[in-house]
């Protein structure tokens, strides 16, 4: 059911390579119509996201303000839950906020000896669309982990779209929009949902940045639209890399690595460890708790069509090969992970130690869930609060300083060729 590799094979790169490859680039007929469907919401606004909505999810809206909720159906939402999930909900978004106010920039600026003044201008963005999946499962995580960084930066305006195929809408998804302190909700979703965050209708304002996973169509738009608006990250498949010393209970990574392999068919799920007993164990644990998943088909999927169980010389051997995968989640399950974690330069987040389970990451630690995934983390970051904020540099030059950096500026620009830059400098020389 999953594949077993050694690292001193002969062709164990190949293998990981093959392992690895994914292709994520989108298919050239869901392109062609997300871009019909941008174009038209950015023609006829309101009625397009509308005719879009009513078509693909069942609905039966006659304008844009029958798809938005209330604040008052946000709070009736958290306070029909179970007080066990409020409390939960409240617990969690509590301990993202704690995490994210860490990350909070402030402005600078210093003077030079000639009294010139230069700095950075840390201001937030002024609105934000956050995209949440709806149809086979509700995210509350994701509204939290999308809309608290936002307002944690000082985001002004947070507006949400959600699709609630049939009418039907989740209170828990509700509640956390409540919790987070979101501005606006629409239930909306798709490319149409995209197409009016980043263009604007006469309902929704324009939007500086849209954040938030979504599925084929969602992440089509949200590439097509890059550069009109910002986005996070157009993300691939979920993925999990367990590095494991052979110490930890074999249950509890087989589990693990269920965790991920449930959100998808094509998710990836792998471990490294120098123990091969140990990882026959694995094996026997996945063969023995896979039928009592409730989602074991796509488990299955994930782990035949993606997993592996892959031998490694030594714990150094582990964090090369974890440096070249890059994975979203990277599980450092081993007796000491403090020794082992500053060797590991790629990952979108690291969880250490045997009791640090993924799946607290994704809903409670406090760090964010929206992760670089297909080897992105060589270069990208979590979202966080930084992603809602933009700097400015400050530059007050002061008559002194003007005549230093008027020459400067002055040869360099005779040297590229560019007369009015030069003399612009010039003008201002005693």
Known sequence: MIRRLDSATSDFQSQLQALLAFETSQDPQVDARVADILADVKARGDAAVVEYTNRFDGTSAQTLADLELTQDELKAAFERLPAERRDALVAAAERVRRYHERQKMASWSYHDEDGTLLGQQITALDRVGIYVPGGKAAYPSSVLMNAIPA?????????????????????????????AGVSRVFTVGGAQAVGALAYGTQTIRQVDKVTGPGNAYVAAAKRAVFGIVGIDMVAGPSEILVICDGGTDPDWVAMDLFSQAEHDEIAQAILLCPDAAYINAVEASIARLLPTM???????????????????????????????????????????????VGKLRHAGAIFMGRFTSESLGDYCAGPNHVLPTARTARFASPLGVYDFQKRTSLINVSEAGAQQLGRIASVLAHGEGLTAHACAAELRLK
């Open 151 to 179: 307002h944690v930066a000082g985001v002004p305006e947070i507006i949400m779209v959600v699709p609630t195929p049939k009418g039907e809408k989740n209170d828990l998804v509700l509640a956390a929009a409540h919790v």
């Open 294 to 340: 409730t989602r074991r088909d796509i488990i299955e999927a994930s782990l035949s069509n993606r997993g592996a169980l892959i031998k490694v010389a030594d714990l150094d051997d582990a964090c090369t090969i974890s440096n070249y995968i890059a994975p979203e989640h990277l599980e450092l399950s081993v007796a000491e992970p403090e020794a082992w």
